[in-house]
């Protein structure tokens, strides 16, 4: 099937309501390769209903380029105008190209000749005067109406990619303490456009493969699914690269690749987030790729594809020939060390020195979920956002109060700010370099009540507080709109992009 990229350029312009059958045809061969297999189904789709997504998903599933013909006004059984019949199936993602039909569908396959042409399965014990048409050039007429899971794939979708802003709470308590005004925090997500942001570390890409499940195995207790859809995401430091561009700043990321098709979709993506991806390749290792079959709304397995050996120092030296000359134009540089082997000691010294000079604010984020890392070798950062086993590990204290815990990280790290993130408990805070009240440690409850997909909560409040903390707002407002982004972030499957209107409308609330 089309990636997304390819759905969205090819996509039919909807200002065209009427076309001639040429012109119609002409269109569609302008947009499908040679290779492609085109599928066609017509109807007059009223309203579109489960049946009608159960029929066009089997159709998507059958070929590579999926038309749609809607049925004129005046034909039987139309009851609803042409054009919001149209838009309807516009509407819809898998449908490549819809028009309206005003000529009978033979006669129109009979020009386009379709490789497939489906039909619902109540026409197959009937007479179907495309049959013969569709024989005599070689395709195959199909009668299916589909299956029930895939009546369910538009909704899949849209926890993919829509967020439930709903479930957000903020805590007031908190905002009283700290005498935060929201009209300024509106005026300091304004001031993120200003900036000039760098990102460094190891890119990712997450595959999320929607799966229905379909039992137990007979033959050992095995659980059993079927794949339905394949999304794939931009993470790591790509996913705060696309964050940082979301909010408004100028963005420049720098990363390391393999030589795949998965890097050339990272770079594609990227580029379509409008982020100026600078990615060596490194022969040695594959581009990152996390797995994550889920069904029903829940994870039931990842599987990850890497490599986690340290870059060589040709490529350490690569890489900074690229950055150094960055760091003049940057005003914040943000570490996303996911310790897959981008940020080797000797890199992360060099880029501190080179930030030093030029008083350059930076920030890191080191995570050690499934591999061993420690934040506390980013020495002189000006904020810190590990989770509590991450900074446990980074000062070797399984037992001590988390306030105590955090004020050993500070002073390892030499970091500003500590901000240890603590899942469903929301997020400590310490702040010993900017006292409020009295206050040197505090606690932000989980905004987000009813969290979808928690994976790309860390990097989000990373992106949001630092930049906050970049444009002039105080460690505590920075936290909360940190607090902000990752609600909105967990709140949908998958990792899209944060958007400065979509802060806004959560704190203007």
Known sequence: MNTESDILSMKYNPSKMCQDVSEIINDIRARVGSDFHIVFVWGNFNVVHPGHLRLLNFAAECGD??????????????????????????????VDYSFLLQVPPESFIANLK?????????????????????????????????????SSLDLLQQELRQTNLSTIRKPTDYVLRHGIDVAKLAVFVRRLTTLRVLVIGDLIVDEYITCDPLGMSQEDPTIVVTPITQDLFVGGAGIVAAHARGLGADVKLFSIVGNDQTAMFAQEKLSHHGVQAHLIVDGSRPTTLKQRY?????????????????????????????????????????????????????????????????????????????????????????????????????????GAGLTVMADALHRKSHAGHVFITLGVEGLLIHA?????????????????????????????????????????????????????????QVGRVGNLPLSAAEIMQELLQ
Not at 334 to 351: H, K
Request: glycine share 8%; charged share 20%; aromatic share 4%.
């Open 114 to 150: 379709p490789d497939i042409v489906v039909k619902g399965k109540e026409h197959e014990q009937r007479s179907n005067p495309e049959q013969p048409i569709v024989e005599s050039y070689g395709g195959k007429l199909l009668f299916s109406s589909g299956e029930v899971r895939f």
């Open 65 to 94: 380029f999926l038309v749609v013909g809607v049925t004129n006004d005046g034909q039987p059984g139309t009851l609803v105008p042409a054009k919001l019949r149209l838009e309807g199936i516009r509407a819809i993602s898998i």
């Open 432 to 488: 010993p370099t900017c006292i409020s009240n009295g206050l040197v440690t505090d606690q932000l409850p989980a905004l987000n009540t009813a969290p979808r997909d928690v994976s790309g909560a860390g990097d989000s409040l990373l992106t949001c507080a630092s930049m906050a903390l970049a444009v002039g707002a105080n460690v505590w407002e920075s936290a909360y709109l940190g607090s902000i982004a990752a609600a909105c």
């Open 294 to 398: 889920r069904a029903h709304g829940k994870t039931l397995l990842r599987v990850s594809h890497l490599r986690q050996h340290g870059i060589s120092s040709e490529l350490i030296g690569g890489l900074l020939e690229q950055i150094a000359p960055a760091i003049d134009q940057a005003d914040l540089v943000i570490f996303s060390d996911f310790n897959y082997g981008c940020l080797p000691q000797d890199l992360v010294d060099e880029v501190i020195v080179f930030c030093a000079r030029r008083d350059v604010m930076m920030v890191a984020d080191s995570q050690a979920s499934s591999q061993t890392g420690d934040i506390s070798r980013f020495h002189g950062m000006r904020l810190i956002t590990p989770t509590e086993h991450e900074a446990r590990l980074a000062v070797r204290d399984p």
